[in-house]
């Protein structure tokens, strides 16, 4: 299913151009709220530097919160989402309200990044980035929703 979009401005021979390419990447897209896309090559190994798993205890959930957190969290696990963990890592949630005063839950990964081996990657400069661009005449800016959520971490 590709995605409702204005090709209005387009000639035909672009238009056939953006509907393949969205077509090619469908998966990526998410169809509905329960649907949050995949892009299955979008996947990150964290290697450690210590072999034993980091498991730190909870932080309580301040009481008025307590409800909210739980609807929230299996909201996530009826979506598939997320799934309960059988890892031997765990890392505390932390709550924190959104401008809008929607809830949004972070986890402490504190003691987890202290074992991580930094992956450095040069990056690159803008000046070549723009250069990249140039002769172009299409550019386009997709946004994720939730995007932290469709990432698969191994460690």
């Not at 035909?12 to 709220?33: G, P, Y």
């Not at 210590?50 to 009481?63: H, K, M, V, W």
């Not at 930094?118 to 002769?135: E, N, S, T, V």
Request: proline content about 6%.
């Amino acid at each position: 299913m590709v995605p409702s979009l204005d090709l209005s401005g387009l000639t035909v021979k672009q238009r056939e151009v953006v509907t393949r390419m969205l077509k090619e990447e469908n998966a990526a897209f998410s169809r509905d709220d329960f649907d949050q896309g995949c892009v299955p090559d979008l996947q990150m190994r964290i290697h450690v530097s210590d072999p034993r798993p980091s498991a730190e205890n909870y932080a309580s959930i301040p009481r008025p919160l307590y409800k909210e957190v739980k609807d929230y969290l299996q909201d996530l696990i009826n979506r598939g989402w997320v799934t309960r963990s059988k890892s031997n890592y765990s890392s505390p949630v932390v709550c924190v309200r959104k401008r809008d005063g929607t809830l949004r839950l972070c986890i402490d990964y504190r003691e987890l990044n202290r074992k991580t081996i930094d992956d450095r990657q040069p990056i690159p400069k803008i000046q070549d980035i723009l250069d990249g661009l140039a002769g172009n005449s299409w550019f386009s800016t997709l946004g994720t929703t939730r995007g932290l959520w469709r990432k698969k971490a191994n460690i």
